[in-house]
């Protein structure tokens, strides 16, 4: 079993680049693959990115593809979501993601969540 704690999210201007870390104890964190999903008010839970468990591949929805970069530090035990050209629709609620044996793309692959950290771009 993993926890997850997310940070770094705010409140930034269309066009400001934020960073959100997510910080994982627990079982050892590499041998996890690794995603962040997004939630808007009234909306699904989305995927944004994920990455392999030890960082070579990764997968972006098409919404951020070129904006955003995920990352992982296996010696740190943490996540990354870099993301640059914060456009207002990417707005939402940010969620740290893992699972074991697949790199978690859709929601209901997920088998850990942490609790999610606000990013709010105003226009």
């Known amino acids: 079993q993993v926890q997850l704690v997310e940070s770094g999210g705010g409140l930034v201007q269309a066009g400001d680049s934020l960073r959100l870390s997510c910080a994982a104890s627990?079982?050892?964190?590499?041998?996890?693959?690794m995603g962040w999903f997004r939630q808007a008010p009234e909306k699904e839970r989305e995927f944004v990115a994920a990455i392999n468990w030890n960082g070579d591949t990764t997968y972006y929805a098409d919404s951020v593809k070129g904006r955003f970069t995920i990352s992982r530090d296996n010696a740190k035990n943490t996540l990354y979501l870099q993301m640059n050209s914060l456009k207002p629709e990417d707005t939402a609620v940010y969620y740290c993601?893992?699972?074991?044996?697949?790199?978690?793309?859709?929601?209901?692959?997920?088998?850990?969540w942490g609790q999610g950290t606000q990013v709010t771009v105003s226009s």
């Open positions: 627990g079982r050892t964190f590499s041998v996890y693959n």
């Open positions: 993601a893992a699972r074991g044996s697949i790199v978690p793309t859709t929601p209901k692959m997920v088998g850990y």
